[in-house]
């Protein structure tokens, strides 16, 4: 059972234009969530992040905002450039202060962004 | 600043082999993570690793195994190779605070024939 979803697999951008990728969880104890940008024989790449106890989070062109009561994440892109096609991955995690360790991450299964010129 | 480090980038084995993997972590970060990427899927859990202990497993067979390192870099191990443990394998290495992101490397690319 998938406890982080990406319902989109794909998203058609003009460039100049917003880019919306949302995500949806299933777990409330999840209290730390992350968006990744992955290009092709790349590992994902850190982009940006929210904790629970917030619910808007802003750097530069992106913007993350959390819906706890929805348990929706959304990442906005704006405006979107070319350089901006690449795949995106949500990603939860809770902590578990265990000596250290922060949890694991719980990936969903990616949205693919093109933008075009 | 190096970002982590993964070797070899690609490698080519058969049914039954055995493979290592290394990562080697961002300095200053004592936890390393490993998971697996297969096709169309987003990266799944498979250890985590904080100050030489294992932390955290993920759904994955006894077949693979892990360890760190004193110097915080890591190995990941799997043995009696399937055809499908084809995937790309990902290295995560973080600060230990609460709210610190994962930072991966490029993967190794494991195709198993």
């Known amino acids: 059972d998938q406890q982080v979803k990406q319902n989109s697999p794909s998203l058609s951008v003009q460039e100049g234009r917003i880019s919306i990728l949302n995500c949806d969880y299933t777990n409330s104890m999840f209290d730390y969530f992350l968006w990744y940008k992955k290009y092709p024989a790349e590992g994902p790449t850190f982009l940006i992040s929210?904790?629970?106890?917030?619910d808007k989070n802003e750097d530069g062109r992106f913007t993350v905002f959390l819906n706890k009561s929805a348990k929706h994440l959304s990442l906005h892109i704006v405006p979107s450039q070319p350089g901006d096609s690449a795949v995106y991955f949500c990603a939860a995690r809770f902590f578990m202060n265990y000596g250290g360790s922060q949890g694991n991450l719980i990936f969903g299964k990616g949205t693919k962004l093109s933008v075009k010129p | 600043d190096a970002g982590v480090t993964q070797s070899p980038t690609h490698l080519i084995k058969t049914r039954g082999q055995h493979v290592t993997l290394r990562c080697s972590p961002i300095?200053?970060?004592?936890?390393v993570s490993w998971y697996q990427q297969v096709l169309g899927q987003g990266p799944q859990f498979i250890f985590q690793?904080?100050?030489?202990?294992?932390?955290g497993r993920g759904n994955f067979p006894d077949r693979f195994s892990a360890r760190q390192f004193p110097n915080y870099s890591s190995e990941l191990n799997v043995n009696a190779l399937l055809l499908g443990d084809s995937a790309l394998y990902l290295c995560?290495?973080?600060?230990?605070?609460?709210?610190?992101?994962?930072?991966f490397g490029d993967g190794t690319r494991l195709s198993i024939l």
């Open positions: 690793y904080y100050e030489k202990e294992e932390r």
């Open positions: 300095s200053g970060h004592k936890s």
């Open positions: 995560a290495s973080s600060l230990a605070q609460r709210n610190q992101p994962q930072h």
């Open positions: 929210i904790s629970s106890i917030k």
